[in-house]
Each structure stands twice: as structure tokens, then as C-alpha cells.
């Protein structure tokens, strides 16, 4: 086969009814060359996937993020490319749909990812070179984390006495829910460590943080030791599984999305009305601290920090200072945690109206036994300058387990642990 311009011969995706008469006029234009290239095909058809091809021009591809049901304008896409072999094609997705490094890439179906860079991104736009013998090469905005991901983890562990894995709920659709426990079961431990990601499905670069949480509290480490000693874990890890693995939005859903369930009498959603209901009885009275993990927007500002959104009362607002100096202190990852990057209440996006009470970390407040509820946000890409990605994510998780040590060992409202 020759190589020539306009030539895409199909291209298999969900499609808008624009993005079938784009397609469908990209054929024809390329008919005359329509037997002079492979076949490219561009899809989402796997977890996680999600993508609108809107226009199809030469090698040029207009993309963009389908957004579902969400309210919101957001950003989250996912889509694979076959076919392509040593060429290259130019991909539009809008300034407002491609973070600060770029476009994440995989060139093994999606088990690893990178950043493509800032200097290969021009307002949206990227063009990308397919290694020869590429089978497929996936695009995203950032690097899903799916429960297939969640599972390899646990695989790792899977003979830790310490480690339990159950199911939170079935979703609307039938899926089971994770609900992962970490404790030694041979005595009750004095405090409660709940923790909860994915609330907003897209926002996957704060699972990576959440695994290194939990194998921090797995570890043979004085940490995890310590941790394992005094505190039994209890995490969440997808609490939109649904939207994780259709690769939905998720971020402002109609109409309200999970983290906006909590004030509904029922909760609109299996996962949160079980979560609320189990979370209580499982604490036992025990202090307990309950972090809520997020990502941010993509970029500008405090979007591009590592911060945590300070809680209205004052009491908790204190302890917040606490857990996120010794962060700060003793952090060894390759992302560093600026306290002064904390977004206090009142303050951008953390207020009453941005963020209606109670949300997930607001409704943990509200227990009485509660030391420590508040959200914690992850930049997608950059934290104040330091990358972003599966292996700084999981070291800022082992970071935040010796600070939540440190914070409980000098917690002044319960007797310390011996
Ligand atoms: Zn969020």
C-alpha cells in the first residue's frame, strides 16, 4: 500500500450523530484513495473508555470528551488507536481538555502510562508518531486507573494476613463495589482510618495515591507496623465503580453526582447510601479520621498543587494543620506537599456555595466520634512543578501513611497507643 493523504477506511467509536456525518464525509473525500493505507480504527470500546470523534480531515482528528450525563462542562476522555502504524496523526481536543504535560500515553494497553510533555500540546492540539509495529497506542487526559488496576494491586497482597477484600455494594449495574480492609484481626485497634476516591469517577490519578496508602499500611515498615498496631483501615477505593468503568465523567452528574448524595434522604446511589450506613457501625465509637481523595480541574492555580480543603470547624480545621505538617515534615516522595498550598475554608472553590454541606468528608464530620474528616485534592499532572504520575502518586499514598501515623501517635484526644 502506498501512503497518501485523506485515507481512513473505518473508524469505530460512539459516535454523535455529527461525529457519523464527519466520518461519513471523511470517507467519501478519501474514496479515491481508499484502498492506499490500512484501516485506522479509533475507539472506546473497553473500561474506562470515552471519546467523540467529531471531525475527520487528512491525518487531522477533532476529538472530544463525551460528557453523559454530566451537567458540567468537564474534561475526561480515553480512547485507542489501531492501525496507525509509523504514522502520524494530529489530534484536537480543545485547549480546555489536555492538562499542562500533555496527553497521557500507553503503548501497552494501558497497563503503563506517560506524559506526552507540554511541548508537544498546542492549545489542545497534539500530533503523535506511531512507533512501527505499534499495534495500538491509548490517549487519555490522564492515567486510568481502572478496577483492573485496583485488582493487580490486591494480587500483590493477596496472601496478607492483614489485607481483606469485600464487596461495599452491588452498583445499579450489577458490579460489586470494593471495599478493601486493612487490620489485625487478633485485637481491635483503637482508632478508624476510612478512605474514599473515585466519588467523581474521572478522577483516577487519586487511586494512585490511594494504592500507596494501602500498601504504606500494609508494609513491614514502623509505619505500617505502628498503623497495623493501632488503627484498622477501611477503604473505598471506587465509590462511582459504575463510572469508573464506563469511563463517565462523573463530576457533576444529574442530577447530583456521588459526592453530592450525601444529603439525599435516600441516597440516589447503592455506594453511598451503603457507605453511610456501614461507616458508623464499623467505627464503633473509635476515632476516626475519614479522607475523601480527589483531583482537581487540570490546570492553573491551586489546581496544580497537592491541597487539602480545610474544613469549616475550627476543631477539625486544626487537626487538618496537624495531620498536613507532619506531611510536609517527613515527606520522601518525588512530589512535594506544600501545606501553604491548603485551600482554607472561605477561600476559591472552598466554600458553601461551591461545595453545598454535607459532602462526603462533611457527613464524616457530622459523626460524633470523628478526629478528622476533609478532602484531599491531587493535581492530574502538575503538583507545584514536581510530575504527577502512577509512581509519585503511590509515594505521596506512603507519605500521607506515616503522616497519619504521626498524627494519631500525638493525637491529644485519645490516650496514645502503647
Ligand atoms: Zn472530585
Not at 497506542?137 to 497482597?157: E, I, K, T
Not at 452498583?171 to 478512605?195: E, F, W
Amino acid at each position: 500500500m502506498k501512503p497518501s493523504h485523506a485515507t481512513f477506511e473505518s473508524v469505530l467509536l460512539r459516535f454523535s450523530l455529527f461525529s457519523v456525518m464527519a466520518c461519513l464525509l471523511g470517507l467519501t473525500a478519501s474514496s479515491a484513495h481508499a484502498q492506499e493505507k490500512a484501516a485506522i480504527h479509533i475507539d472506546a470500546d473497553f473500561p474506562g473508555g470515552n471519546i467523540l470523534v467529531n471531525k475527520i480531515e487528512n491525518d487531522t482528528i477533532t476529538l472530544g470528551p463525551d460528557q453523559r450525563d454530566s451537567v458540567l462542562t468537564w474534561f475526561y476522555w480515553y480512547y485507542r488507536v489501531r492501525g496507525a502504524s509509523g504514522r502520524t496523526l494530529t489530534f484536537v481536543l480543545g485547549k480546555d481538555n489536555v492538562g499542562v504535560r500533555g496527553p497521557a500515553v500507553s503503548v501497552d494497553t494501558g497497563k503503563t502510562w506517560k506524559w506526552l510533555g507540554a511541548e508537544a500540546v498546542t492549545e489542545g492540539t497534539f500530533a503523535f508518531t506511531f512507533p512501527s509495529g505499534a499495534e495500538e497506542v491509548r490517549f487519555s487526559v490522564g492515567m486510568p486507573y481502572l478496577r483492573a488496576d485496583l485488582n493487580q494491586c490486591l494480587a500483590r497482597h493477596k496472601s496478607d494476613p492483614f489485607l481483606q477484600v469485600e464487596s461495599l455494594t452491588k452498583t445499579r449495574k450489577g458490579r460489586d463495589v470494593p471495599l478493601v480492609r486493612v487490620r489485625d484481626r487478633s485485637k481491635k485497634a483503637r482508632y478508624a482510618v476510612a478512605i474514599t476516591s473515585r466519588h467523581h469517577c474521572c478522577e483516577m490519578m487519586a487511586s494512585y495515591v490511594v494504592e500507596g496508602l494501602l500498601e504504606g499500611a500494609l508494609a513491614n515498615d514502623p509505619a505500617g507496623l505502628w498503623l497495623r498496631a493501632n488503627a484498622d483501615f477501611l477503604f473505598a477505593p471506587m465509590m462511582d465503580t459504575d463510572g469508573v468503568e464506563d469511563g463517565d465523567q462523573g463530576k457533576g452528574r444529574a442530577p447530583f453526582d456521588h459526592n453530592r448524595d450525601y444529603a439525599a434522604v435516600p441516597p440516589r446511589y447503592a455506594e453511598v447510601g451503603a457507605l453511610k450506613d456501614l461507616l458508623p457501625a464499623w467505627t464503633e465509637g473509635r476515632p476516626l479520621v475519614f479522607l475523601d481523595l480527589h483531583d482537581p480541574a487540570l490546570r492553573t492555580d491551586i489546581h496544580e498543587t497537592v491541597h487539602f480543603l480545610e474544613p469549616e470547624e475550627r476543631d477539625m480545621a486544626a487537626r487538618m494543620d496537624k495531620l498536613c505538617a507532619f506531611l510536609e515534615r517527613d515527606q520522601q516522595g518525588p512530589i512535594l506537599y506544600r501545606k501553604a498550598h491548603n485551600l482554607r475554608f472561605g477561600s476559591g472553590y472552598n466554600t458553601h456555595i461551591a461545595r453545598p454541606s454535607p459532602l462526603s468528608a462533611g457527613w464524616a464530620r457530622s459523626l460524633p466520634n470523628t478526629l478528622l474528616g476533609c478532602t484531599m485534592e491531587i493535581a492530574y499532572a502538575n503538583a507545584a512543578g514536581c510530575e504527577v504520575n502512577a509512581h509519585s502518586g503511590r509515594e505521596l499514598g506512603r507519605d500521607l501513611a506515616v503522616a497519619l501515623m504521626n498524627f494519631l501517635r500525638d493525637s491529644p484526644e485519645t490516650e496514645p497507643a502503647k
